[in-house]
């Protein structure tokens, strides 16, 4: 028998750690990652390897024996020994001598594409079929990154205002927004349907926590195929209790886009570098009404507004394009959208029976949020449903929240591949979703 | 034009900011909440309040009007007004003397049950389809508090320790863990699968990241209806490069429990006070082997040993029951286990050729983790799945992982659920599911 205490020590380092270290301690360090480059300069070499932090120069003398060309691949494993010394041309200002390198693994075959170029040349359609070797290279793996810290900033930050983290169920008996985008399942004899959002729980919880979120996967069976939409992604949600107005909902994720941005600045500048990206600065967001923003558009750009009832992307890339001439911001609210195009939970503007009280973000020309205050009196959505010609009695569930009491409430839903994808300004969605699914994909 | 910069100032107070209060501070506060309960005291009555952070007792006189009887109502939502006074008989010290109540929202039914008892007598079939009223109890949301805390815990862990999240497609083209257990559904003409668990794409992207984790929803067609399983449940994943052995991924298992309990008890210990939890103290974990295990059972407890391949769950309970009487553990890591009983990219121990590097981890009788050291050879990889009737063709996109190269690696895959569940010993798994999926359960 054996007992482990959760210590962990292999003696490797870590790009940070070596850089840390001083005077003697710089001698015989170990340190493990997989080779991404090799520059032979005649005697020697330079060997580049990938480690979590980034990429680290060794310098290897080279003895011509057979042995080495084997451990002298890309993409081989490696554990190298040797010597850190300050090298102001190299990416951290230091190198390694190498003393000595013990292959641990080898691919089997060469890579199909040279991955570690600084800009892959790879269109789209050739990348997604080996997404996961793509990755291997610098930049790409940065995009992942970046996505990791805005998720961590946002828990972060939504667990500052006191919400609480939920994981609703993925397999449902109904969907939430209605619609023929829904994907079915078989489920042991019965219909079921894949989330396509976590509305129904959110709100069921409201009376529970008061303020709750949920990051996870949402499903949408969409048979079109564009550049901004999937039919799986990752689903920002937050839902929030005891509302004055829809605004305390617009301010709260004006918070939270500040603090993420700041998040990522203060902890992931390496990714932001990489990418080249400028992250904008927040300090006022704009809001302005749907019904406003298309007639602003209108006279200014000179364009007929064809439907009065929803917004074409040309409008809402041209609302954007307005509020950034005028207003110097990447973000605006388009606020009191139509009743038409919000679905059945979407509270009514009291002020104007055509209107709702909601919102959409456009960020750089794309709409990456919707939003705003539901309904929570039991007879005004029961109401509702029979207007929007939905049965009350499919909803029990979900109208006991009503019926047993709860607060003025809403929230919003983000679609986190669109806002990194407007972060890092790609132009198709399937840049910033791992291993997107779309009418086509289902691999890998 | 509006222009908001997220900052969320509606001047009503949380229970944390009401007992920091002082002096003229404490006069015309205002606070929200929903009413849990009032006690009728003649003259006046006790209006429990309950908020975010708990309940908070409030002193109403009553006046006797009929407006009065509409506003105390249970599962109202109101805003308080009053002033604060110390009261060493309320659960946080303080009550909130009341000078106006304000009515936001009312049920339009009561409760079909009364959730505001202290311990409530209702069975799990019963309670399911009203999960989200009855969760309105102090004590049951206090459950999916704790869990919201320990997915908090974890994560800061892996991040810690240079883990990157990742979020992969939960549609796929083919189950990784195999078998029968696996949801079809309808994709656009072509067939598709619920993932089983993150596996494939995990090992995919070791060599891109080095340590990855996910925490979200893996999906199960298990037919049998038991205490221990669900049809989707919550996966804690992560998978770990350049392990030395799998014993390095017991090691950070080890840590990461350590660091979760520290972390709720010194964050959610109201819930673990509200539940009478008291978490177990990890110094070591011992590790034994599986073929060990069996035969100390066997021989301690007068079993027989029916099937040499597989811990049968009473089996599970013997070993914890032995390891907690002998070593006074609640954990113990059951490893190598036989190759019979491992999916295809489990690595074989070399120094026996039926058992594979691979564990599981049993708290407190239940097996709660399972993983291992997995095939990282491409050849290796290709002669497993044919020896286990599989075709290496079918797994094309991952074994791109072997071809192309990757380090030795390992991880494992925890249920969120089971873990909960032996933290609260609760003994059926629909206990820590918030809404959960079983063979006769879609709703709500």
Do not use: W
């Not at 009280?357 to 029979?386: A, C, P, W």
């Amino acid at each position: 028998m054996v007992k482990v205490n959760g210590e962990i020590k292999n003696g490797d380092l870590e790009i940070e750690q070596l850089i840390s270290l001083k005077g003697d301690a710089r001698k015989g360090v170990s340190v493990h990652g997989m080779i991404y480059n090799i520059r032979d300069m005649g005697d020697f070499a330079f060997v580049i390897l990938r480690k979590i932090g980034g990429l680290i120069q060794c310098v290897y003398n080279k003895t011509g024996d057979e042995e080495e060309k084997e451990i002298l691949k890309e993409e081989n494993s490696v554990v190298i020994i040797g010597d850190v010394g300050d090298e102001p041309r190299a990416v951290n200002g230091i190198e390694i001598v190498v003393s000595e390198i013990k292959l641990l693994s080898s691919p089997a075959e060469e890579l199909p594409f040279a991955i570690n170029k600084r800009n892959l040349n790879i269109s789209i359609e050739n990348e997604l079929p080996i997404r996961h070797i793509v990755l291997r290279n610098e930049k790409r793996r940065s995009i992942f990154r970046l996505q990791s810290g805005i998720v961590q900033a946002f828990r972060k930050y939504l667990e500052q205002n006191n919400f609480t983290e939920i994981f609703s169920p993925k397999i449902v008996a109904a969907g939430a927004e209605g619609g023929a985008n829904i994907f079915k399942l078989e489920y042991f004899g019965k219909k079921a349907y894949l989330a396509q959002s976590p509305q129904f729980y959110k709100q069921m919880l409201i009376p529970v926590y008061e303020r709750v979120f949920e990051i996870g996967p949402v499903f949408r069976a969409e048979k079109h195929e564009t550049v901004r939409h999937l039919n799986e992604y990752i689903g920002v949600d937050f839902e929030m209790g005891f509302i004055k107005s829809f605004y305390d909902i617009i301010n709260m994720e004006t918070g939270m886009l500040k603090f993420a941005f700041q998040y990522l600045k203060d902890n992931y500048n390496d990714c932001l570098k990489k990418l080249n990206v400028e992250l904008p600065v927040i300090n006022e967001i704009p809001c302005v009404k749907f019904k406003d923003a298309k007639e602003m558009v209108a006279a200014k750009y000179n364009r007929k507004i064809r439907d009065p009832y929803d917004l074409e992307p040309e409008e809402e890339r041209l609302i954007s394009q307005l509020f950034k001439e005028e207003h110097n911001s990447d973000f605006v609210f388009v606020t009191h959208y139509p009743i038409k195009k919000r679905p059945f939970y979407a509270m009514d503007d009291p002020e104007n029976e055509k209107y709702t009280l909601s919102f959409d973000l456009l960020y750089n020309g794309m709409e990456i949020t919707t939003g705003g205050q539901r309904i929570h009196d039991y007879q005004t959505q029961v109401d509702k449903m029979i207007s929007k010609g939905l049965e009350p009695k499919d909803f029990e569930s979900y109208l006991m929240l009503h019926k047993q009491g709860c607060p003025p409430h809403g929230g919003l839903g983000m679609g986190l591949e669109r806002f990194l994808m407007k972060i890092i300004d790609e132009k198709n969605i399937r840049s910033t979703s791992m291993f997107p699914r779309d009418i086509n994909r289902l691999n890998p």
